[in-house]
C-alpha cells in the first residue's frame, strides 16, 4: 500500500472516528427530545465500568411478556411496546419480531437480552431492559445505594427511573426515590 | 552493531573474507538498524503516551458532577481530537520520525477508548462492556495500517483478545469479531514482513503474541462442545509448529521462535494431559458426536483448523513432512477411541509419547544435535515420572527408575560428544 494511498486514508479515518462518536451524542439528543417519558419501577446496586466510572445497576423485576409469534433460543432482534399502566409506571405490552407501526413506544431487545421460559403454558418470554446503567460522580455512589436501599426497605416509597423511549432508543433522564431526583438529594 | 563489527574483524583475520567485503557487510548492518541512540528514545515516548492517556481515562472515570452537558461533551472530544492532530502531525510533518509515529498512535488508540467512556458516563448510555470493546476495536484497528505503528499493532492484538475473553465470560461464547481484528492484525505483520521493514523488535513479541492470542480465543469457539476443543487446540498447535518450520516468512531472524515455543509446548502438555486416566474417563464421558452437531461455530473452528493443517502438510507439492507433524490424526483417534475403551486408549497415548521421545533420541543421534538428543531424554523422563502419579509402584523402583535415566543423560551425551569429536578429526 503506498505512502500517498494511505495519506488520503487518514482524513477519512478521522472524520469515521468523529462522525461514530457524534452519532452515539446525536442519537441520546434526538430520543431524549422526541420521546415519550415513562417510568419504571426498580431496584440499584453499584457495581463499577473499567472506563466510564462508577454507576448504580437498575434491576427490574422479573419481566415476562407474551409474544405475538413462537420464539426460539436462536432470535434476532425482538421489539416490546412499553404502556402506561393504571399506576402511572410503565408495563411490557406485547413482545414481536416486526418492528411495531402504529406506535413510537416500542423498545428493541437484543438476542442476549431474551430467554425463553420454559414451564409457562402461555408461551411467555422473558426479557431485560436494553437500559440497565445509571452513571454517577464516583464519589456519590456509595450514598446513592445507601440511599436507594432504605428506600426500599419502606414500602411506602417507589423507586423508579424516569426514560425516554422512541422507536426502539430509551435514554435515561433520571432516577427518583418517590418524587425527589436522585441527584438533588445526592446534593444535598 | 559491536557483535558483528566482532565477527567481521575475526573472519577477516581468518582470511574468511577480504577487506573490501568486510566494509560492506559493516556498512550494511549499520544501514539497517536504528541508531541506538533513539531506540531507548522511541520506548519512554510510547510508554509516556501510554501512561498519558490511561491517566486521562482515570480522570474521565471520576465522573464530574459540577459541569453542564454540554460542557462535559467538548471535554469529552478533546483526548480524541489531541490525538488526531498528534497522528496528523506524525503522518504529513514528522514523516521520518519513529518517535512521534509511535507516540501518537498509542496515544490516539487508548484516548479513543477514553472519550468512548466520557460520552458513554455523560448520556448514560448503554450497553455492555462487549459492546463498549467492540466500537473501540473498530474505532482503532485501521490506526496500525494508516501510521504503520507496532505500538499500535500490539494494543490491537491486547484489545481483540480483551474482547474475546471477555464475550466468552459474559455470554458463554466467543464472538465472530474477534475474527476480523486477529486477520487484520496478521495482514499488518505479513505486510510489514513482505514490505521488508525493521520488525525485528516487535517481530518477536509478535510471535509470542499471536499464539497466545489464538489460543485463548480458540477456547471460546466451542461453547456446547467443550471437549472437542482439544482437538482443535491441538490442531492449533501443529499448525503453529509446522509454520515455525516452513521457510517462508523467516525475516527477521528469530521472529519465528513464539510459533515454535507455544506450538512444541502446547502438544508436549496436550499429549501429558491425555496420558492421564482420570481425563481419559472425562473425554470419554463429554466427547459426543452430538454436541459437536449443535455446535455450528466448533464444527467450521475444527473444519478450518484440519484443513489448513493438511494444506500446510503437504505445501509445497512434493514435500515430506516430518514425524513430529502427523500427530494430530494418531491424537484425535485415540481420543475417540476413549471412548469405547479408556484403558486401550491410555495405553496408546502412553506409546505415542513414548515413540515421540524415542524420535527425538534417535534422531538426536542421526544429526549429532544435543539439543534434539536431550529433549526426547526429558520426554522419557517426565513421561516416567508422570506415571507415578497413576500407577503404584514402590519407592524401590521409582528409585531404580530415576537412576537408570539419570545415566542415560550421561551416557546418551558422552556418547555424543564423543561422536562429534571424532567427526572434528
Redesign the interface.
Known sequence: ?KNTF??Y??PL??I???V??TQ??WQ?AFTSQKGKEFRFRCAMYDPV???????MRLNFNDLCVRSEQPFTEDNDMAYVTILKGDDGFAEPGMLSTRRPENTADYLEIAP?QQFMSYGRRDSCVRFRY?????????E?APRAEKMVNEALRDTSVQVWVSVSIYRGN???RDVFIGERSLNAMLDD | MRNIEKDVAEWQNEGIIDQQTAAAIVAYEKHKQIPSGNTPLVIFAILGSILVALGISLMVAENWDFMSVWTKTAIAYCPMLLGQILVILAVYKHKNSIVWREASAAFLFLCTGATLGLISQTYQLQGTITSFLLLWMILVIPLMFLTRSNTAFLLSIAISTWYCATTYWTSGAGEWHYGWAFGATVLYLVWQILGKKDMRAVGMAAGFLLPISMTIALGTMFPEAESWAFIGYFALFQILLILFHKPALSEPRGWKAGLGVIGFCGILFLLFLSSFHWWLNQIAENLKWSDLADDTSAIIMLSALCILYVFLLFYPPGSRPKPAFVLLPFYGLILILSGINTNFAQILMNVLILLIAIWFIADGFREKNLLWLNTGLMIFSLLVILRFFDFQLSFFVRGISFLIIGAGFFVANRLLISARKEDEK
Open positions: 500500500m494511505l495519506k486514508l487518514l479515518f478521522i469515521f472516528q468523529l461514530i462518536v452515539m451524542v441520546h465500568h473499567p472506563f466510564a466510572g462508577r454507576y442476549d436494553p437500559f440497565d446503567k445509571f452513571y454517577l460522580p464516583e456519590d430509551a435514554v435515561i
